[in-house]
């Protein structure tokens, strides 16, 4: 009797386990709540913890349908703005190379940093700056630029002394003294951003190839990259603010 009276026992407990379920509303939102900020932080680990925790506590099979193709969706988008990223940080690498080897060639001449440098005060139908009287340069600012990609390299120089000399561009990422190679900070200063923040803008003595000159940077996308003489802030005074004198 108490054979049997036990055999029953088992057989009710086990055919309650198999009627008892997992499923659990509350913790199958969580484990989707959890899913979604996974995946948005970019964890592929967490996310596949979270998005298995869901399929165990959630019953609605197309909530969870519809969760993996918020999983998928996401993650393709992570993955081409990740790959966007390091094309943009790959062609601001790539900028600043090629501006500063071509400052590198022709700080020393400034005037043949391009094919037909313009001056102030030439006709603008003329394809050369016009000969000074008697020979001897002008006191006026000459400019002269190049392409570099779709990006424009720009060298501004004094026609009478073309140690007087700034060249430029503008970097779609932030740049910084480092990047133009060996330097000396000699100066970091917070100006106002057009977000209505501050950002950092550091000027630097050059080493190097590029010794004698001067750099300001600003850690800001497409801010101008300056490299300058120091003898060029007594002809510009919008500069020589720029520069923090």
């Not at 925790?53 to 959630?58: D, P, S, V």
């Not at 993996?68 to 990223?85: F, G, N, P, V």
């Not at 630097?204 to 600003?218: D, H, P, R, Y």
């Amino acid at each position: 009797m108490r054979t049997r009276f036990g055999a029953a026992l088992v057989l009710v407990a086990t055919l309650s386990a198999l009627g008892c379920s997992e499923k659990d509303a509350a913790k199958c939102q969580e484990a989707q709540d959890g899913t979604r900020k996974s995946v948005a932080a970019g964890n592929a680990s967490l996310t596949t913890q979270w998005r298995e925790r869901a399929y165990k506590y959630c019953e609605d099979q197309t909530a969870l349908v519809t969760l993996d193709r918020e999983i998928s969706e996401k993650q393709a988008a992570l993955t081409a703005a990740k790959a966007a990223e390091a094309q943009r940080v790959a062609l601001n690498t790539g900028l600043i190379k090629a501006f500063v080897g071509w400052v590198g060639d022709y700080h020393l001449a400034p005037d043949h940093a391009s094919v037909s440098p313009k001056c102030d005060g030439d006709d603008p139908d003329a394809g050369a700056p016009k000969p000074a009287t008697n020979g001897k340069a002008s006191e006026r600012f000459c400019t002269a630029t190049r392409l570099a990609g779709t990006n424009t390299l720009t060298a501004r120089y004094w026609d009478a002394d073309k140690s007087i000399e700034l060249f430029t561009t503008k970097a779609p990422l932030p740049v910084k003294c480092d990047d133009l190679g060996s330097n000396k900070v000699l100066k970091q200063w917070a100006v106002p951003a057009t977000n209505g923040a501050s950002v950092t803008r550091t000027r630097c003595e050059l080493g190097g190839a590029l010794a004698g000159l001067n750099a300001v940077v600003s850690d800001a996308a497409n801010a101008t990259v300056y490299i300058f003489s120091p003898s060029y802030l007594l002809k510009d005074p919008a500069l020589k603010q720029i520069a923090g004198e």
